[in-house]
């Protein structure tokens, strides 16, 4: 038990002061760019009722929830993730808002999983939803911010993944696909297993061209020429209109100047339940698993009573911190300005003196009590101040 109460419960951590001031710095960079954008910050409670959160596809992830009873004995649980709180709190207090509506939020959200590096039960995200307009524009505005969002934090060498749902369900319509064999595909592409997704195809009875055109899905990966290549076997309007989304997405982006920054990648699916369009993923170099996320749904609001377009995405902060570490840009940003010493007879002057600096947007500490000059220099060397002013009527 003594051991216990000096440990911090599994898949949570402490921030001490050097990696907590890293972190606000990223955060405040990120809260910056949202304004810039127009986006207008929102704060939903820690704790919803559960079915809230597991509306819709979400229910799939009640195993993951921290869950607990309220004492009505309603079930409650803390978010883990932001997008549906903000969509009951749209169609709730918001649906006479003037659209298109953008709102951002900087918290904390919890999701029950094993621990490994850059993955906490506990862990922090920053993030935008734009709801009420379908327009390609609102697509790349997210992923525009997205990219600039991880640029602002320091970081450089990573890319973002851009893909479209309707491109691998329309491969899939086309070649007139039962519902069963739909599922098992597009949960294989989903969890990138090559080899049960080819098994599956190999199971059914199709033609040579229509069996190659499934198995390239998850191969078409890289610049436009893959938008090309791609035309040559989308024959139906859904994979055509995804391929044309696309296209339109990555002309915007490249006014936007973050083009340079993007990647298609056609076998990219997140969530085909969830989500309705164009998804991305945005990759460091030096991490195996995506450090922001996002994309579009327009069908999530509908389970509120509100029916209605939206796009957005997710960065995770603890993990864009992990990318910088690995990438060897992680700065302290403590910014320590001056420590002010005095002997006995100066402590009014001290602490005028540290007021005025204060003003001038200094960071001053006092010393709390009487020091001599070298125990002054002593506090001044051990707290890591770039000044020193000692204060003695002598």
């Known amino acids: 038990m003594s051991k216990q109460i000096l440990e911090t419960p599994y898949g949570t951590q402490d921030f001490l002061p050097k990696k907590a001031a890293f972190k606000r710095s990223i955060e405040q960079k990120i809260s910056e760019l949202f304004r810039s954008y127009g986006y207008e910050e929102v704060v939903t409670p820690t704790i919803e009722y559960l079915e809230t959160l597991t509306m819709g596809s979400s229910r799939t992830l009640e195993s993951h929830l921290f869950k607990m009873f309220d004492r009505s004995n309603k079930t409650l649980a803390l978010h883990h993730e932001m ?85 691998a369900s329309g491969i899939m319509e086309q070649n007139a696909l039962s519902a069963e064999a739909r599922d098992y595909l597009k949960s294989a592409i989903e969890s990138h297993d090559i080899v049960a997704l080819e098994n599956k195809v190999d199971e059914l009875s199709l033609s040579k061209t229509a069996a190659e055109s499934l198995k390239k899905i998850p191969y078409l990966h890289g610049g436009r020429e893959i938008l090309e290549k791609a035309h040559t076997f989308a024959l139906n309007e859904r994979s055509r209109r995804a391929l044309d989304n696309l296209s339109e997405i990555y002309r915007l ?41 996002g994309g579009r749904y327009d069908h999530m609001l509908k389970d509120f009573g509100l029916a209605c377009p939206a796009t957005g995405f997710a960065l995770g902060i603890e993990r864009l911190m992990l990318a910088l570490k690995r990438q060897g840009t992680v700065e302290d940003h403590r910014t320590r300005d001056i420590y002010i010493g005095y002997d006995a007879a100066s402590i009014k002057e001290a602490i005028e003196g540290a007021e005025r600096l204060r003003s001038e947007g200094k960071v001053v500490e006092l010393a709390l009590s009487a020091q001599t000059e070298e125990e002054a220099k002593q506090s001044q060397t051990d707290k890591h101040y770039n000044e020193l002013i000692y204060l003695s009527a002598n």
């Not at 339940?273 to 164009?278: A, H, K, L, P």
């Open 253 to 293: 982006l490249e006014v936007y100047g973050v083009a340079d920054k993007v990647v298609f990648d056609l076998g990219l699916i997140r969530d085909f339940s969830y989500y309705t369009g164009m998804v991305f993923e945005a990759y460091a170099s030096e991490l195996g698993y995506s450090i922001a996320g």
């Open 83 to 167: 997008t549906t709180p903000i969509a009951r709190l749209v169609s709730s207090r918001m649906k006479d808002s003037p659209m298109p509506l953008k709102l951002s939020y900087i918290t904390n959200v919890f999701r029950y999983e094993q621990t490994l590096p850059g993955r906490q039960c506990e862990f922090y995200q920053a993030g935008v939803e734009l709801l009420g307009s379908s327009s390609a524009c609102a697509d790349a505005e997210a992923i525009a911010l997205a990219v600039e969002c991880i640029k602002s934090a320091g970081l450089n060498d990573f890319e973002l993944c851009l893909g479209q749902v309707d491109f």
